[in-house]
């Protein structure tokens, strides 16, 4: 029989268990979603023809900028508070552009944003989730900045890789020294814990005090 000091230790691991795994639930929930990139080589050329004006784009009120470029900080600073990642530009890398942030109609859980460095246009597309590795095929990885990527295509230019809970895809034309430099702007690693690991390790914990 077990003690009721030890009962009670239970019981209320098993409550702190339940408060710490609602939100981890909620977070989980696009973490846990499965994300395939494009494998439809004519979905990755409509997205090279609407690199300069896609009717179907919807930009973010706040950074609604038409007739400028928009400003990296104010960029950071909103996709800190709305759950994205900002590409990282600073001063040595002041010949990339930030043309245009927000979402399509046609794909709203995808992030838009457009950036441009001399006469190259990049589409580098952000979706919650983990990425579809059984979809990479045969694809031959690159290295950027210590991290591999996948490079999906050379022509179009089209690049996939995880970062945390966030998998990122870069369309871009040929150029392909440009499309890797954009690419290295953003952070790459593997996927975050997943809930199934939580769930174990706090059930060990409240198992282990019985």
Do not use: C
């Amino acid at each position: 029989m077990r003690s009721p000091s030890r009962a009670w230790f239970t019981i209320a691991g098993s409550i702190l268990a339940l408060g710490v795994l609602s939100p981890i639930v909620m977070w989980s929930m696009d973490e846990s979603q499965l994300v395939t990139p494009l494998t439809d080589q004519r979905a990755v050329h409509d997205h090279i023809n609407e690199l300069v004006d896609d009717p179907n784009f919807a930009p973010i009120a706040e950074l609604s900028e038409p007739s400028r470029a928009l400003e990296p900080d104010q960029v950071s600073q909103w996709a800190q508070s709305a759950g994205w990642i900002a590409p990282m530009i600073t001063q040595s890398d002041s010949t990339v552009t930030i043309d245009r942030v927000g979402f399509s109609s046609t794909a709203p859980t995808h992030l838009e944003i457009v950036l441009r460095a001399g006469d190259t246009r990049a589409l580098i597309r952000q979706t919650r989730g983990t990425l579809d590795r059984g979809a990479l095929g045969d694809a031959k990885h690159v290295m950027v900045n210590g991290v591999p990527r996948t490079m999906m295509s050379t022509d179009p230019i089209h690049v996939v890789w995880q970062s945390d809970s966030t998998v990122f895809e870069l369309i871009a034309p040929r150029d392909t020294a440009t499309a890797m430099d954009m690419v290295a702007l953003f952070p790459a690693s593997e996927p975050h814990q997943g809930l199934s690991s939580v769930v174990t390790a706090l059930s060990d914990f409240v198992g282990g005090a019985r």
